[in-house]
């Protein structure tokens, strides 16, 4: 529900899960970012991370989410073990402010995948985009989330499924990284 007698956030609040804790990116994760996104394994499924990717990228994108979350068209966090302060991973939203969607976007560094943690991140990021964010901003409510993945992409594929998104079709995608555009298949999921 919008209200309208809050303003936008300057800043995301920071998420808590049982292992994770979701906070704003700031200059300090650079160096974790370049480090995660350089490796192709990452870049190579997602649309819009280059390869090589380098720390003047990620400079580059940190200023784009902070123009975003000022517009109130993107929210970007961090995940960060609740033990660690280094990122090992991060997700994001960037919402369409007329059709009430948001595309979500998310990767963990290579050395930390198979633990659970993109499901723990997604399934709050999803609490968080329907139930708590619309309640203390007067950014409109997100009524869908979409996701596209590589249909070769079983791991992300399993992680939107247990998140109880649904594959509404095919699609293509295109990667910066391979710079090619592969079959994709296109997740929704609905509030309630
Ligand atoms: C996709 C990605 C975020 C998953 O992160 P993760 O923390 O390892 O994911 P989780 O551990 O929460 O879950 C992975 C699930 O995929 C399954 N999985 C992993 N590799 C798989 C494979 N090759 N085939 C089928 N299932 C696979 C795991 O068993 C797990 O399912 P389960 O919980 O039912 O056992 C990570 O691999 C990544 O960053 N990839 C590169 C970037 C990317 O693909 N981002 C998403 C773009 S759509």
């Known amino acids: 529900m919008r209200n309208s007698s809050l303003p936008p956030r300057d800043v995301e609040p920071a998420l808590q899960t049982p292992r994770l804790v979701l906070r704003p990116m700031h200059e300090a994760d650079i160096d974790a970012t370049v480090s995660a ?14 390869h ?36 090992i991973g ?12 948001a595309e979500v976007g998310y990767w963990i560094a290579r050395e930390h995948w198979g633990r659970g943690y993109a499901r723990e991140a997604l399934a709050e990021v999803v609490r968080y985009a329907f139930f708590a964010r619309a309640s203390t901003s007067n950014i409109p409510t997100i009524n869908i989330l979409e996701a596209k993945a590589l ?5 992300s594929i399993r992680v939107l499924e247990a998140c109880g998104f649904l594959d509404v079709g095919a699609v293509d995608c295109a990667s910066l990284a391979t710079g090619t555009t592969s079959p994709a298949r296109q997740f929704e999921l609905r509030a309630e």
């Open 151 to 155: 249909e070769t992409n079983r791991a």
């Open 90 to 101: 991060a997700i994001g939203l960037h919402q369409d402010m007329q059709s009430r969607r």
């Open 52 to 87: 090589p990717y380098t720390e003047h990228d990620a400079r580059v994108f940190l200023k784009i989410v902070e123009r975003g979350r000022a517009e109130g068209a993107m929210v970007h966090f961090m995940i960060v073990p609740r033990t660690e302060r280094t990122p």
């Open 37 to 50: 996104l350089g490796d192709f394994e990452v870049s190579r499924h997602l649309a819009r991370v280059p």
